[in-house]
């Protein structure tokens, strides 16, 4: 078999612990066979974060901004601990906040539905997207006890000396005080994103506020995501056969739970954070969630939702052979050479993206996984070690691309 072609590299983002051992596997069992790999490589496990002093996490952001599409590996996020197993020289931010921050992007997670394992919600037949606005709200709040009687006020002073002043309350005792904010240019990236997601991945969009009670502040939220699809988006969705639906948080969560799932669901930040995770469990697992960054023009960078999966490192320390979960992986890896074929036009790489797919599915589908899947499965079935499911995928992946040529 020829190679498959590459004509764009993808930026390619390695990581830590076990994320760190199933990467090198997936490349070499799963890709490498059958695609020509062309990849600009950044080591993003910490012992090299903490050489470079990060320097590596800024350059593989800036190179996903430059190329457009990105795989990145689960990283470990430095906290105490770290800093003393890895004789860290400072506690390294979150890398995934770092390559946010740098593409001003959304995250957008996505569970992977197979045959077998039932969300808990019976209605779910289709996978449903959530979108978390990561910005302001209460996340960025100044909050404050109220001691006892006294006024509380809302102040604004212009840079103008303009002042603007209202009275939030006059308390008659004890109490507690809360001040969030956001910005125009923020949300507007975020609405970019969730436009271009839904249409990327021919999505229903929903948006949902409380705009009722907070007739500023969620309204805003509103009216940005109304102009920008009027403006902007009207056509191409019409074009795509999708459609944009905004609704009150509460209609929209009665709606999700009666739907058949299959749309993507835009969430102010503390809702995004709170219906995620919701999400995430009655799908299921969180190694079967893949995660994609996506910025307001047009970058993307995929990834699993999961972590590094320490407990499993540790035991593959030892010599034992694990049973972790690579789909989420593989499913980051299929997105991003996804992307990069309709990027560049490469028809071959869209079709081995979406082989390498359903050959994961199939495999799955025949009874063999890893044991975090088994044990979800109704059926009777024993978990497989990491590389035995990752063979068993790729015997199937040879015949399919096989079939093809
Ligand atoms: P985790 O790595 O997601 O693992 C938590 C537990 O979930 C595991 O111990 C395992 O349960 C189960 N699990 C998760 N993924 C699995 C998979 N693919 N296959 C099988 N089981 C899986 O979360 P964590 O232990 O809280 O975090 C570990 C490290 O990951 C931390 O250093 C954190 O900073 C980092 N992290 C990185 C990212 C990212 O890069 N996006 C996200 C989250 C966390 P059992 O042990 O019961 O089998
Ligand atoms: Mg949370």
Redesign the pocket.
């Known amino acids: 078999m020829d190679k498959i072609r590459m004509t764009t590299p993808l930026v390619e983002m390695d ?5 760190r051992i ?1 990467w090198a596997d997936i490349k070499k069992l799963l890709i490498e066979p059958f695609v020509d790999l062309k990849t600009e490589y950044y080591d993003l496990g910490l012992p090299h974060r903490d050489e470079t002093d990060d320097q590596v996490t800024l350059d593989s952001a800036y190179a996903a901004e430059k190329y457009g599409v990105a795989v ?8 105490m601990q ?1 800093m003393e197993e890895y004789h860290l020289k400072k506690m390294w931010k ?3 906040g770092t390559i946010r921050s740098i593409l001003d992007g959304t995250v957008f997670r996505a569970p992977i539905l197979v045959d077998g394992v039932h969300p808990t919600v019976r209605t779910w037949k289709k996978p449903i997207t959530i979108a978390r606005h990561a910005y302001g709200d209460i996340y960025k709040n100044v909050e404050m006890a109220v001691p006892g009687p006294g006024k509380a006020e809302l102040v604004f002073t212009g840079e103008d000396g303009q002042e603007i002043r209202k009275t939030i309350h006059e308390f008659r005792g004890p109490g507690v005080l809360q001040g969030v904010h956001n910005l125009d240019s923020s949300i507007t990236s975020f609405a970019h994103s969730c436009f271009r997601y839904a249409l990327s991945e021919k999505l229903d969009l929903w948006f949902s506020t409380k705009d009722t009670i907070s007739k500023t502040y969620h309204h805003r939220f509103k009216d940005i995501f109304e102009a920008l699809y009027e403006k902007e988006y009207k056509q191409a969705f019409a074009d795509a056969g999708i459609t944009y639906f905004y609704t009150l948080i509460d209609d929209a969560v009665a709606r999700v739970v009666r739907s058949e799932g299959g749309f993507l669901w835009a969430c102010l930040n503390y809702d995004g954070d709170v219906m995620s995770d919701m999400i995430a469990t009655a799908f299921g ?3 079967m969630m893949t ?1 994609v960054l996506v910025s307001p023009s047009g970058k993307y960078e995929y ?10 490192y540790y035991r593959y320390l030892k010599g034992e052979e ?8 593989i499913f980051a890896w299929v997105g991003a050479l996804r992307k990069r074929g309709e990027l560049d036009g490469l028809t071959d790489l869209i079709a081995f993206s979406d082989s390498l797919k359903a050959a994961t599915l199939d495999t799955i589908q025949a009874g063999i996984m ?3 899947l088994a044990l979800l499965h109704e059926g009777e079935v024993q978990g497989v070690t ?1 590389r035995v499911f990752m063979e068993a995928i790729q015997a199937r992946l040879v015949s399919l691309m096989q079939a093809r040529a």
């Open positions: 990581g830590d612990e076990m994320t199933l990145k590996c689960a990283t470990i996020t430095p906290n770290r979150s890398p995934n697992s969180l190694a995660s990834e699993a939702a999961h972590g590094t999966v320490t407990r499993h694990t049973s972790t979960n690579p789909v989420a992986t890893t044991k975090d990491s």
